[in-house]
């Protein structure tokens, strides 16, 4: 009886050890990870059947250079001069044709040929002086309508004047640049026109470089880095607000120690009412002359705004001593008689017109195209 007792008792032992052993066997299976220590997944995740995304990765992708653009040559843009002239400047001469060839010429008529020389916005006294000479050369001559349109062009080309010198100086001497002083109200197109000027610059093979001295609008500063990009002409420019003269000063700096042909300077778009700021753009000029002679100093006009384009020429020539004058958006206005008037008013030529939009619608004034152009 002991025997089978102690028998039992023993299995009893061994069945409750084995019990508390696997107790403890399943504890440490499922206890967490020890402080500090990071979770690694090394198996691979369940097949869906669809193929898992790759790892986004970083491209620094390298800049790509700006492509510089090669300019219209000066030939081309004669040929367009002349086209676009005739097709937006034909009204006047057309009107004044019309006029000069009626059997008889009496005073209405006169009247009527000088009301259209006015409307051309020629100005009061180049148009008498005009009328005048056709009265005295049409009673003397008469003649059919090819003689009367020739006398008439005869005229017109002696008003708007030929003899005057119309080459942009774009040249220094002593081995300076030449420097360019662009001035005028803003909204004349300006900024555009120092733009254009750079590409006429480039397509004859010079090297240029752009002061950015409007730097009171920063529109106009990135306005002129983009012209200067496009056919890879440095430019200079300072903080927003900062003193014009310095901009003007450093840009003629630079361009002599570059060895440059021409330094363009835009300047900031004066009112012709405010005294403070025309005072500034003499300083420009002075300060500029301190390294080199502003050798051109270009009015920019918008050529659709008449008399009122007159009185800004008169206030600017005071302050800057204007050599040459542009005219933008001739193209898009039949009172080309603005050249001959703000020639009268001035005593300086219109160098270079805006006939469009396009970065190479700028070209030399041409007289005979021009009057041509007034004759259709």
């Known amino acids: ?13 061994v069945g409750l050890l084995t019990v508390v052993g696997l107790l403890t066997s399943g504890r440490g299976r499922g206890a967490a990870p020890p402080a500090g220590s990071t979770d690694v997944i090394t198996t691979a995740p369940p097949e869906t059947g669809v193929e898992a995304p790759e790892a986004p990765t970083d491209l620094v992708e390298a800049p790509v250079a700006p492509t510089v653009e090669r300019p219209e040559g000066t030939a081309s843009r004669l040929v ?10 034909g009204t006047l001469g057309r009107g004044l044709l019309a006029l000069l060839t009626r059997e008889r010429l009496d005073e209405d008529t006169w009247e009527s040929i000088e009301d259209t020389l006015l409307t051309a916005d020629i100005g009061v006294a180049p148009t008498q002086q005009l009328v005048e000479r056709l009265r005295t050369r049409l009673r003397v001559e008469g003649g059919t309508a090819p003689d009367v349109r020739s006398v008439l062009r005869e005229e017109l080309l002696a008003l708007v004047d030929p003899e005057m010198d119309r080459r942009v100086q774009v040249s220094g001497a002593d081995g300076k640049p030449g420097v360019v002083l662009v001035v005028g109200v803003n909204g004349s197109g300006k900024t555009t026109t120092v733009g254009k000027i750079a590409r006429i610059l480039v397509a004859e093979d010079r090297t240029a470089l752009l002061g950015a001295a409007d730097t009171f609008r920063a529109a106009a500063v990135d306005q002129l880095a983009t012209w200067g990009e496009r056919v890879g002409v440095d430019v200079v420019r300072g903080p927003e607000g900062s003193d014009p003269a310095s901009v003007a000063f450093e840009a003629v700096r630079q361009g002599t120690e570059q060895g440059v042909d021409t330094v363009l300077v835009d300047t900031a778009g004066r009112l012709q009412n405010k005294a403070g700021l025309m005072d500034e753009l003499g300083k420009v000029k002075r300060v500029i002359e301190k390294q080199a002679p502003v050798t051109e100093v270009l009015l920019v006009l918008d050529a659709t705004t008449g008399q009122n384009g007159m009185i800004q020429a008169r206030v600017f020539s005071e302050v800057v001593d204007v050599t040459g004058i542009v005219l933008t958006k001739l193209d898009g206005s039949a009172k080309g008689g603005i050249v001959v008037a703000v020639q009268r008013e001035l005593g300086v030529p219109v160098k270079l017109v805006g006939l469009g939009e396009g970065p190479d619608d700028l070209a030399v004034f041409d007289s005979g195209a021009f009057v041509d152009a007034l004759l259709g």
Do not use: N
């Open 1 to 13: 009886m002991g025997d089978w007792l102690f028998l039992i008792i023993g299995i009893a032992v």
């Open 80 to 89: 367009r001069l002349r086209e676009r002239l005739a097709r937006s400047q």
